[in-house]
């Protein structure tokens, strides 16, 4: 998660947003269309199955057709370079800690 935030930072995100990451469906540091791509980017992430009808309406509302397919390419991309990572071992943080996997789920 640490490279994540440090480039989120880079990409201009600000500190309200990131800390607000987890609750985006509550926060008024998302608008409706940012918090519309968090939700299908969650849903997408855990279970696919989960990207319901009434998900994928709300992301038209905010986003046509090729918008769409480049969020979705993005956040398929990403889940593949996170097991990827994850399963290898690599630390992205930055740091020369040594990798210290989460505990058990």
């Known amino acids: 998660m640490a490279g994540h935030t440090a480039l989120a930072r880079q990409l201009g995100y600000t500190e309200l947003e ?3 990451l987890e609750r985006h469906a509550q926060s008024a ?4 269309a940012l ?5 299908f980017a969650e849903l997408m992430t855990k279970d696919a199955h ?10 038209r ?11 979705s390419c ?3 991309l990403t889940n593949y ?8 071992r690599i630390d992205l943080s930055g ?4 990798y210290d996997p989460p505990a058990s789920r």
């Open 61 to 71: 509302r905010h986003y046509d057709d090729s918008e769409i397919l480049e969020i």
């Open 95 to 98: 740091t020369d800690e040594p």
């Open 81 to 88: 370079w996170n097991r990827f990572t994850t399963a290898l």
């Open 74 to 76: 993005v956040v398929g």
């Open 35 to 39: 918090k519309a791509a968090l939700r």
């Open 18 to 20: 990131l800390a607000d």
């Open 50 to 59: 989960r990207v319901t009808e009434e998900v994928f309406a709300e992301m």
């Open 29 to 32: 540091a998302y608008d409706p």
